[in-house]
Each structure stands twice: as C-alpha cells, then as structure tokens.
C-alpha cells in the first residue's frame, strides 16, 4: 500500500486520448478529454497495483520519463500518479469479522459504557499503522 508515480503515453486519436502504461503490462484506458484521460489513469494505474499487492506480486519499477518514447506525432509521455491505500478505501469496503480476546474485566466496563468495540478497533489500528483518514 503506497504511492505510485509512473509514466504514461497518452496519444490523441479522433475524439479521445489513449493511455498506455509502459512500464506495466496490459494497464491502458482512454478519455475524452485531457483530464479525463488523466483522471482515468489514474483510477487504471490504481487499480492495476492495487491487484499486483493483493497477489503478492513484484510491483515494477517505473521508467524514467526521459526514456520513454512515443511514435505518434499526437503523442505524449506524462507522470500519473495513484496511492493504492486510497484506492483499497475506496473500493475495498467489505466488513471482515475477527474474534478477540479481552479480560472479563474490561468486556464488563466498555459494554457498561457503550463502547463498539468495531469503532474502537478500528480506530486503534489505524492509528497503529499510521493510516489516518
């Protein structure tokens, strides 16, 4: 779960612009415009390196912009970026459901004090892992 900045091709054909990801196999999209096509980039790119750490695959190591070519006079090489831990909260949103321990103690007190102990957990570990919202 990081943030990714990778180089993309966009080729304006016709009405629209084709984005193609190098550096990444079978990761393209199209839009209709230049910041819809970046937008959708974005969301593909998300997504493709989304599925590689789900896997638990290598992500690849992105191009220097510089060495990127293009063969097409409509052509363009780009920066897009995506965070990967935005995308899994966007998308991701699935309840999974975990058994803890707790002393009797503590149980009998939260519950006395209405605690959800969803919430609690939840907001604990983000903060444990440093992913605040």
């Known amino acids: 779960m990081a943030k990714y900045?990778?180089?993309?091709?966009f080729k304006k054909e016709n009405e629209c612009y084709l984005v193609n990801f190098p550096d990444i196999k079978n990761c393209y999209t199209d839009g209709e415009?230049?910041?819809?096509?970046?937008?959708?980039?974005?969301?593909?790119?998300?997504?493709?390196?989304?599925?590689?750490?789900?896997?638990?695959?290598?992500?690849?190591?992105?191009?220097?912009?510089?060495?990127v070519s293009f063969d097409h006079k409509d052509s363009f090489v780009s920066l897009v970026s995506c965070d990967t831990l935005e995308y899994r909260k966007?998308?991701?949103?699935?309840?999974?459901?975990?058994?803890?321990?707790?002393?009797?103690?503590?149980?009998?007190?939260?519950?006395?004090?209405?605690?959800?102990?969803?919430a609690v957990l939840q907001a604990a570990l983000i903060e444990k892992l440093g992913l605040q919202s």
């Open 90 to 118: 966007m998308n991701d949103r699935k309840a999974i459901k975990k058994t803890l321990t707790l002393p009797s103690w503590l149980n009998t007190i939260a519950e006395k004090n209405n605690i959800n102990f969803s």
């Open 33 to 67: 415009s230049i910041a819809d096509a970046i937008e959708m980039a974005s969301d593909v790119l998300g997504m493709m390196l989304y599925g590689l750490e789900e896997k638990g695959e290598p992500i690849p190591t992105p191009s220097d912009i510089k060495a």
């Open 5 to 9: 900045v990778y180089p993309a091709v």
